[in-house]
């Protein structure tokens, strides 16, 4: 038995780009999306305020980098921060805007982005509630002129008789920008006709038949605010890099027995949000076969475990996690096989890959358990607009501020892949929830 090492961070965040790729073209695309990736990073550290100062020469220079990251990562709009939108180029909005609407199709599970009050199976009847995020963006699009009332109503007359369920996404937004003044009260009453005569209906959440013990725990933690003292308590690294917020003499965990089973640290210890008495969560990478599976202190591997069942879908374990190891070169030697075998998927699964970094990393990680532990005064705008989740962190300037490092930063495989891909690969369901 043997105690692991932390040899590596995560497989974006390591120098040796040649042998993450594939090709010549694809090291010097992604050697491409690094820097600039760090050059949008550095102005995103800068305050508001100062960013409000910078030379105009110097604003331009951002924007286009920032379109430049809109095309290679789209969801990426869901999350700019709302004042780099206020008052950008005339570029960046027509860039934004084509990303913006191949997201507009894309429908998510609406605890993903609200406050993760997900209801067991077992304790529920009906399906997980989804929500088109995209169009919760609409009061601030109208706000700052990337939208008019007349492209508003033209919008939800598009998806009015659409499959998905983006034109009560449509209305939520009109609600919303009518409580903000944004939109007059005849505007939302054309609106709410348009979607009253909608072919798809409403989405309602699933109906609680009992309370578990699993959600009674989950309700008191989340009302003693998981036990963190926000006034000692602050996010550590919540935008990478991961490793540093590990602790080298914490990690006591055995080796796995198969040299062909690596393994690998995930988790809240790892991201810097963990509370009082957070597991360390390890998994196992066979580079035999390409499948992840939990492994546990006590017990060892897990062979029957679910993460085997689509391997892009736990792409955030394997691309973001922290490598341990007996020895250096073979751990290291291990997660740069792992990476080729991405860059080898199809560009839809390449699309589904790069999904599951936002999903897990930020929707179901960061804004609903880190975030909230960090800071009380979530979305002060918002907090009340309940039509668009107004008491999610999904609107706090603080939180797409980090959401838009961990997109620019990790959501890239090497190469672009072209909207009518992303939206045929993510729109109107989401796939299901894993890790």
């Not at 030379?55 to 780099?84: C, G, Q, W």
């Not at 690998?264 to 066979?286: A, E, H, T, V």
């Amino acid at each position: 038995m043997f105690i692991a090492k932390l040899f590596s961070e995560s497989i974006y965040e390591n120098d040796s780009l040649a042998l993450l790729v594939l090709s010549k073209e694809q090291q010097e695309a992604t050697m491409r999306h690094n820097s600039i990736a760090h050059q949008v990073c550095e102005i995103l550290n800068l305050p508001p305020e100062k960013f409000e100062k910078m030379a105009n020469t110097d604003k331009e220079h951002f924007y286009y980098k920032l379109s430049e990251m809109l095309l290679d990562y789209p969801r990426l709009a869901l999350f700019v921060p709302f004042y780099i939108l206020k008052n950008a180029t005339n570029n960046f909005r027509k860039a934004y805007l084509k990303t913006w609407q191949t997201c507009c199709p894309m429908s998510d599970t609406r605890e993903e982005f609200h406050i993760g009050d997900y209801y067991e199976p077992e304790a529920s009847i009906g399906a997980p509630n989804h929500v088109v995020k995209a169009m919760h963006l609409l009061p601030w699009l109208l706000k700052y002129e990337y939208l008019n009332t007349e492209e508003l109503i033209k919008l939800a007359k598009k998806y009015q008789n659409d499959d998905s369920i983006a034109i009560w996404g449509i209305l939520d937004g009109a609600v919303a920008a009518k409580q903000m003044g944004i939109i007059s009260g005849s505007t939302l009453e054309r609106i709410t006709q348009i979607a009253n005569k909608a072919k798809s209906e409403y989405p309602k959440p699933p109906k609680l038949i009992q309370t578990t013990t699993k959600r009674q725990k989950w309700l008191k933690d989340r009302a003693a605010n998981y036990g963190i003292d926000r006034d000692s308590f602050s996010l550590r690294n919540p935008a990478g890099p991961y490793s540093n917020n590990i602790n080298q003499q914490e990690i006591d965990v055995p080796m796995p027995s198969s040299k062909h089973e690596h393994l690998i640290l995930q988790g809240s210890r790892l991201k810097g949000y963990s509370r009082p008495g957070s597991d360390y969560d390890y998994f196992i990478y066979d580079d035999r076969n390409h499948k992840i599976y939990t492994f546990e202190k006590e017990h060892g591997k897990l062979k029957n475990d679910y993460l085997t069942q689509k391997l892009e879908l736990v792409s955030h374990l394997i691309l973001l996690g922290a490598w341990l190891g007996e020895d250096k070169r073979g751990t290291i030697a291990a997660q740069h096989a792992a990476a080729s075998h991405y860059y080898k998927m199809s560009k839809p699964k390449q699309a589904q890959a790069l999904f599951s970094i936002e999903r897990t990393t930020i929707q179901c990680r960061l804004m609903q358990k880190g975030f909230p532990c960090a800071y009380a005064d979530l979305s002060p705008e918002t907090r009340n607009l309940k039509s668009i989740d107004g008491d999610s962190a999904f609107y706090d300037e603080r939180l797409r501020e980090i959401a838009t490092k961990i997109c620019v930063k990790y959501a890239y495989l090497g190469r672009r892949i072209d909207l009518a891909t992303w939206k045929k690969a993510l729109s109107y369901t989401t796939p299901p929830m894993i890790g």
